[in-house]
Each structure stands twice: as C-alpha cells, then as structure tokens.
C-alpha cells in the first residue's frame, strides 16, 4: 500500500468468500527485553488499529503469528498511550514478572500461523 493506513494486507478467504484486514509486525531478531534483560521478541501496536487481523513475524526463526485484534486486546502485556505491547520471551530461563499470563514464546504456539489460519479463514 502507497500510504501507511494500518493495513498491510488484504486477505480472502475463498471457503466463506470474506476478505480479512490484515497488519503486519515484524522483528529482524529476539533482544534483550528493556534493554538488559532476558531475550524477547516483542511489537507494539496502536489501540486503533483498523486492521482485523495482526500477523507478529519475527525474522530470524520465519516464524509468523496470527491473532485478532481482539486477541491482542486480551494477551497484550502493556497498555499504555493509546498501543498494545505484546512480547514473548524466547530465553527459557526468563522468569516474568506476573505468572498469569502467556511471556514465552511456547506459549504462543496456538496463534502459530500454521496453527491458527483454519480458525480465522474458516478452511
């Protein structure tokens, strides 16, 4: 797209004939989280995001996962200014902070694209 609206793609599902939104966020590789700790991948994305779907891609595995905007809305660990921060530990050794909630990237294997395209698209 020639202007940045929110929207990356443009995705259609052929089995119930809808086209789905889709923005991408991308990593080149995991980091150390806030700058000293443990290794992470992790994006940020605005609260008013138009898109339906978000694809978080982290470059250096090729892996890609998909969620809804509504299922970042619930597993964001931040919110704050108006953006949603998701991240995923992939250092196994990383203890978080709150226990309640999904930080290392096993626990995200469920939006896995490979994982979770047949739920969204419906094939």
Same mark, same amino acid.
């Given at each position: 797209?020639?202007?940045?609206?929110?929207?990356?793609?443009?995705?259609? +599902?052929?089995?119930?004939?809808?086209?789905?939104?889709?923005?991408?966020?991308?990593?080149?590789?995991?980091?150390?989280?806030?700058? +000293?700790?443990?290794?992470?991948?992790?994006?940020?994305?605005?609260?008013? +995001?138009?898109?339906?779907?978000?694809?978080?891609?982290?470059? +250096?595995?090729?892996?890609?996962?998909?969620?809804?905007?509504?299922?970042?809305?619930?597993?964001?660990?931040?919110?704050?200014?108006?953006?949603?921060?998701?991240?995923?530990?992939?250092?196994?050794?990383?203890?978080?902070?709150?226990?309640?909630?999904?930080?290392?990237?096993?626990?995200?294997?469920?939006?896995?694209?490979?994982?979770?395209?047949?739920?969204?698209?419906?094939?």
């Amino acid at each position: 797209m020639s202007t940045d609206t929110g929207v990356d793609l443009v995705a259609f +599902s052929p089995k119930d004939g809808d086209a789905r939104t889709i923005q991408v966020k991308t990593n080149h590789k995991a980091k150390p989280g806030g700058g +000293s700790g443990k290794a992470a991948l992790d994006w940020w994305l605005r609260e008013d +995001s138009p898109a339906e779907l978000v694809a978080f891609v982290d470059l +250096s595995s090729e892996q890609v996962w998909l969620m809804t905007h509504s299922e970042v809305e619930k597993i964001a660990q931040q919110h704050s200014a108006g953006r949603f921060h998701l991240y995923m530990y992939t250092d196994p050794t990383a203890r978080p902070r709150k226990q309640d909630r999904l930080s290392h990237q096993w626990e995200f294997q469920q939006f896995l694209l490979e994982n979770h395209v047949h739920n969204t698209f419906k094939i």
